[in-house]
């Protein structure tokens, strides 16, 4: 999943919003910028401006979600939710305790493992927190705001910062005056809401001198990227080996992760990633008179293997290849050329069932880089829920799924598998199907609250 920095500031998707495709669309981008000039002068720096202009010059959709940024960051999109229950953990409603969360990507982007175990603990009985890394900008004298309440017991906060300097969450660390002023913002938010001894949840180490201010809070570290490999780099930094140290508790999503933590912390325990079974194991099989559809569904940034996908769209001219996610890192130029890929851009969580049931076989093709062999992809839990073939690139979780994921280092080799694919019989598909059962996202939140009651 692809931290906030490294994109214009960070991707949000809100359903209701236009997409930016035309003219008057680019004239409302402008007038989000204008509306604050000194913001605006602020946050602009040569990688935000670039990564902008490839935004509006890259496949349309994409546009949507870089006015659904601004919209965002400038807090236009906010409107304040009223918390009418009860929270105080002495009140009207008992709950096994509150957890919060400081993410590396907001609850409105693309849903993945930081959400669903999020629903999953609120369902457990936890109330949960999840906050925003983006901090309000607006004017405003709330010291905080909660802004959405997606599903029982789960809530989403923004804590007020340090003023229109906005850190770089995957390259900097929180600077002293950053930490005073969440710190600040924070206090108001425990002492509003009666909370006392919560679990704090670090998706990145960014947010620990945040999180060791909380008073009597146990600090958990949920590790499912390898941070540094995003930046090209291959070892873990100061900041994550000092949460290693410190953190009550510590997750990995891959064995890969496990073993590189595992140098630094014993016992770290292995919660790999899942899926919403009940979701995607209602999706039917493809008609089979039509024109075989190979597809891909997520982001498609520099590890995704454009010029495989291209190679492999050569070799199979009566396929289609459908790639579904924004495409901003990645060079997709002379894909687009290809008569027989399409891409369609992002789509919303809701809406990728659909997607999904259009394809006959479903593809991972990442280069295999740092950062891919400590990933756990998400999207081959959905893609065998779907009761879809797989066919990937030789990552090495999806290694070990034996069977059930077709392994393909080369052009030739991935055309054959792919074809090979239609012939998987429907008996075994739906062993496969059923086999994702027991990787739904509420066995992984039961792994994660065990691992949390141990580690406090």
């Known amino acids: 999943m692809r931290p906030y920095e490294s994109l214009p500031f960070c991707i949000v998707t809100f359903p209701n919003m236009p997409e930016v495709q035309n003219l008057s669309g680019i004239l409302k981008l402008l007038g989000i910028l204008l509306s604050r000039p000194l913001l605006t002068v602020r946050l602009a720096n040569p990688r935000r401006i670039r990564n902008a202009i490839r935004f509006l010059l890259s496949n349309r959709g994409n546009r949507g979600q870089l006015y659904d940024r601004y919209v965002q960051i400038y807090g236009m999109s906010d409107s304040a939710v009223t918390i009418r229950e009860p929270l105080g953990a002495s009140r009207d409603k008992e709950y ?71 850190e770089d969450l995957l390259r900097e660390q929180m600077c002293p005056r950053a930490v005073d002023a969440y710190a600040t913002s924070l206090s108001h938010f425990l002492k509003d809401l009666c909370i006392e001894f919560p679990v704090v949840v670090l998706h990145h180490p960014y947010w620990l001198p945040l999180a060791r201010t909380i008073p009597g809070g146990r600090i958990g570290y949920d590790c499912m990227d ?100 924004s495409t901003l890192g990645c060079n997709i130029h002379s894909a687009r050329r290809m008569r027989n890929i399409e891409f369609v851009g992002e789509v919303s ?44 690139t030789p990552i090495p979780e999806l290694i070990d799924f034996g069977e059930k994921v077709a392994i393909a280092s080369t052009a030739d080799e991935f055309a054959a598998k792919l074809q090979e694919g239609l012939s998987v019989s429907p008996e075994l598909l739906d062993k496969w199907r059923h086999w994702t059962a027991a990787q739904d996202w509420a066995v992984r939140a039961r792994e994660f609250e065990k691992v949390m009651k141990d580690g406090i």
Request: proline share 6%; aromatic share 12%.
């Open 226 to 325: 390898f941070h540094q490999g995003f930046l090209g780099e291959t070892e873990m930094d100061e900041s994550e080996r000092l949460l290693l140290r410190t953190a009550d508790f510590v997750v990995a999503s891959s064995s890969y992760l496990q073993q590189k933590i595992g140098a630094m912390r014993r016992n770290v325990p292995l919660i790999r990633n899942g899926c919403d079974h009940g979701v995607f194991s209602t999706i039917g099989p493809q008609p089979k008179a039509h024109v075989p559809v190979a597809g891909y569904v997520g982001a498609v940034e520099e590890w995704f293997d454009i010029d495989l996908v291209v190679s492999v769209a050569r070799k199979l001219p009566g396929w289609r290849f459908v790639i579904i996610g």
């Open 349 to 392: 969580y809701e809406r990728v069932p659909a997607q999904l049931a259009r394809f006959d076989v479903c593809m991972i093709p990442f280069r295999i880089t740092e950062l891919i062999k400590a990933t756990n992809p998400v999207k081959v839990y959905e893609y065998l829920a779907a009761g879809r073939p797989v066919v990937a």
């Open 96 to 166: 096994k305790g509150t957890i919060i969360i400081f993410p590396i990507i907001d609850w409105e982007y693309r849903y993945a493992r930081p959400q669903h175990l999020a629903m999953n603990l609120a369902k457990l009985g936890y109330r949960v927190f999840y906050f925003s890394t983006c901090q309000l900008l607006d004017v405003g004298k709330e010291p905080y705001r909660i802004t959405r309440h997606p599903c029982e017991n789960v809530y989403v906060c923004r804590l007020r910062g340090a003023g229109e300097d906005i």
